[in-house]
């Protein structure tokens, strides 16, 4: 650690664990802002060979550029802050990854040891800033020393490994990021192994049997099958069971496959094709109503759960048999364990059949409300590359149009935080997936609502040269809330806004910008974006919503 341009062994402090810890499980990027407070681990980053610093201009911008990056990589997204405004900037973002099981490392300076909770005016102080981040997080975790900290990271990755991959936060003393450290930091191989929860033999037995003998199986398919696509399809096929994903699961079957209903579970087809089964596999869901629209499934056949995490084992749908463990690990042992025991494809031809019914009628259902985002989404899907990433929002053409309109077939193409719900996630989303992805092209479609969220972004797609394409469907205002005050009976209030010229706005930041009405217009300006040195913002104006 003498290199030039490092500091030496004697010279390094708790700032410098951090960094090197990062480093040392392979981390490249961090997304951060520097403050007073974390200025050691900036010493650190200045002087890293192997992290990349990207500054957005928001902490939840970075939360938010961090959790694109995760899910769009499949490798765990890095944020610093500094204490206190800095922290709480990113909570939104730490609770989005919290709800959809995003990998997210979020590493803060704390108060002095020994000033916990005196509230005596220190710069950034929060009463509580760790019960902050507790409240929010499975895992929040105050370092006492450098070598804690640097222990803490380590059992993150670990645990990231073997566990469910959700949000961690470390947070470090000012006074030990300022003060001398000489160890090391273990690198990644070397941390002990945690184990993986395995289900029991007996349950594991009563699965393969109730599948083997299963005439009109189905599968429901959630985020936490996310590593298991190959095993998946393997069960699935072998099954010959038509397949429903929640829209965080959407392309864990790829969407083409004949097998497959679609990201859909909130649409009543869907529904009663999983209620109508005799056996129902649910992999890696919690089938909750953020994804289900208040309205879970109730299946009348046996039902079989996997999950890493054991609350989940009738959490919202009761489960017969509930196997805790890894979908990867549990899924083979199914398919070893069906391969014996009943003839591949022995139920595959009704299978087939109830699959292309029930997707026809999802499909009809979703274009009931999801019909004025079809052109858009068709247009864009037509004219961009197929492995183009699609960076969404809280926005309807989000929720009602690429969720059930634009088919995925492989993982990361779909950026959207269904659970959470967050307004502004986007376009920070965007940039940490071209980040973490450079050379894929990469689409933010959104409304005019989320996109004010986290406008300031641009300056950072600016500053990154990233060829972003951003289509911003402006209906100027928060159209789904005044959907809903009219479906309520009272007057909308506070829904309909001015907004700006968002084509112009692109252009003062640096990018570039264009304005349209002529939906086919959208694919080919899109397509051209994707070849400039800088994002584009293509800006959809549809006018006040009248819905």
């Known amino acids: 650690m003498s290199d030039e341009g490092r500091t030496t062994r004697t010279t390094r402090t708790g700032g410098a664990a951090i960094v090197e810890a990062l480093?040392?499980?392979?981390?490249?990027?961090?997304?951060?802002?520097?403050?007073?407070?974390?200025?050691?681990?900036?010493?650190?980053?200045?002087?890293?060979?192997?992290?990349?610093?990207?500054?957005?201009?928001?902490?939840?911008?970075?939360?938010?550029?961090?959790?694109?990056?995760?899910?769009?990589?499949?490798?765990?997204g890095v944020c610093v802050t500094t204490s206190g405004p800095g922290l709480a900037n990113i909570c939104a973002a730490a609770a989005t990854a919290q709800a959809d099981s995003v990998p997210l490392l979020i590493v803060a300076p704390g108060v002095p040891r020994g000033m916990e909770g005196r509230d005596v005016g220190l710069l950034h102080e929060v009463n509580d800033q760790l019960g902050m981040m507790g409240a929010i997080l499975d895992v929040a975790v105050r370092a006492g020393s450098a070598e804690e900290a640097v222990a803490a990271i380590g059992a993150a990755f670990a645990g990231w490994r073997a566990g469910?991959?959700?949000?961690?936060?470390?947070?470090?003393?000012?006074?030990?990021?300022?003060?001398?450290?000489?160890?090391?930091?273990?690198?990644?191989?070397?941390?002990?192994?945690?184990?993986?929860?395995?289900?029991?033999?007996?349950?594991?037995?009563?699965?393969i049997a109730a599948l083997a003998g299963a005439r009109r199986p189905a599968v429901l398919l959630g985020a936490g099958a996310r590593g298991?696509?190959?095993?998946?399809?393997?069960?699935?096929?072998?099954?010959?069971?038509?397949?429903?994903?929640?829209?965080?699961?959407?392309?864990?079957?790829?969407?083409?496959?004949?097998?497959?209903?679609?990201?859909?579970?909130?649409?009543?087809?869907?529904?009663?094709?999983?209620?109508?089964?005799?056996?129902?596999?649910?992999?890696?869901?919690?089938?909750?109503?953020?994804?289900?629209?208040?309205?879970?499934?109730?299946?009348?056949?046996?039902?079989?759960?996997?999950?890493?995490?054991?609350?989940?084992?009738n959490k919202n749908v009761r489960s017969d048999v509930f196997l805790h463990g890894a979908a990867e690990a549990v899924l083979g042992a199914l398919?070893?364990?069906?391969?014996?025991?009943?003839?591949?494809?022995?139920?595959?031809?009704?299978?087939?059949?109830?699959?292309?019914?029930?997707?026809?009628?999802?499909?009809?259902?979703?274009?009931?409300?999801?019909?004025?985002?079809?052109?858009?989404?068709?247009?864009?899907?037509?004219?961009?590359?197929?492995?183009?990433?699609?960076?969404?929002?809280?926005?309807?053409?989000?929720?009602?149009?690429?969720?059930?309109?634009?088919?995925?077939?492989?993982?990361?193409?779909?950026?959207?935080?269904?659970?959470?719900a967050t307004l502004g996630y986007g376009l920070p989303a965007a940039i940490g997936a071209q980040i973490g992805c450079p050379g894929r092209p990469v689409l933010v479609l959104v409304g005019d609502g989320g996109f004010l969220f986290s406008a300031a972004e641009l300056m950072t797609a600016v500053e990154r040269r990233l060829p972003l394409a951003i289509v911003v469907m402006n209906n100027h205002g928060y159209a789904e809330i005044r959907d809903g005050m009219v479906g309520l009976g009272f007057p909308p209030l506070a829904v309909d806004l001015e907004t700006p010229d968002f084509a112009a706005l692109s252009v003062a930041c640096?990018?570039?910008?264009?304005?349209?009405?002529?939906?086919?217009?959208?694919?080919?300006?899109?397509?051209?974006?994707?070849?400039r040195d800088r994002p584009t913002v293509i800006e959809v104006d549809l006018g006040p919503s009248t819905r």
């Open 23 to 76: 480093e040392a499980h392979g981390v490249e990027v961090v997304f951060g802002i520097p403050g007073t407070h974390n200025l050691e681990i900036y010493r650190g980053l200045a002087r890293s060979p192997a992290i990349t610093h990207v500054t957005p201009r928001h902490e939840q911008g970075a939360g938010y550029a961090a959790d694109g990056y995760a899910r769009a990589t499949g490798r765990p």
């Open 164 to 207: 469910r991959r959700r949000p961690v936060y470390v947070e470090v003393p000012v006074d030990v990021l300022a003060a001398p450290w000489a160890g090391e930091a273990p690198v990644d191989a070397a941390l002990p192994v945690v184990a993986a929860p395995s289900p029991e033999p007996g349950a594991l037995e009563r699965a």
């Open 228 to 313: 298991a696509e190959e095993v998946a399809r393997t069960v699935i096929e072998h099954l010959g069971a038509p397949t429903v994903t929640t829209v965080n699961a959407k392309w864990m079957l790829p969407e083409s496959h004949p097998l497959s209903v679609g990201a859909s579970l909130r649409l009543e087809p869907a529904r009663r094709l999983l209620e109508e089964a005799d056996v129902v596999l649910i992999v890696g869901s919690r089938v909750g109503d953020a994804e289900s629209w208040d309205v879970a499934p109730e299946p009348a056949g046996t039902v079989i759960r996997i999950d890493l995490d054991a609350r989940a084992e």
């Open 335 to 420: 398919a070893r364990g069906l391969a014996e025991a009943r003839a591949a494809g022995s139920e595959a031809d009704g299978g087939l059949a109830r699959a292309a019914t029930a997707r026809a009628a999802s499909l009809a259902t979703a274009l009931q409300d999801g019909g004025p985002w079809r052109a858009v989404n068709d247009a864009l899907r037509a004219a961009l590359p197929a492995d183009t990433i699609v960076a969404g929002d809280s926005a309807q053409v989000s929720y009602y149009g690429t969720a059930h309109l634009w088919p995925m077939e492989r993982p990361g193409r779909f950026l959207y935080p269904p659970n959470f």
């Open 510 to 531: 640096g990018g570039h910008g264009v304005r349209v009405e002529d939906l086919s217009q959208v694919g080919a300006l899109a397509a051209e974006a994707l070849t």
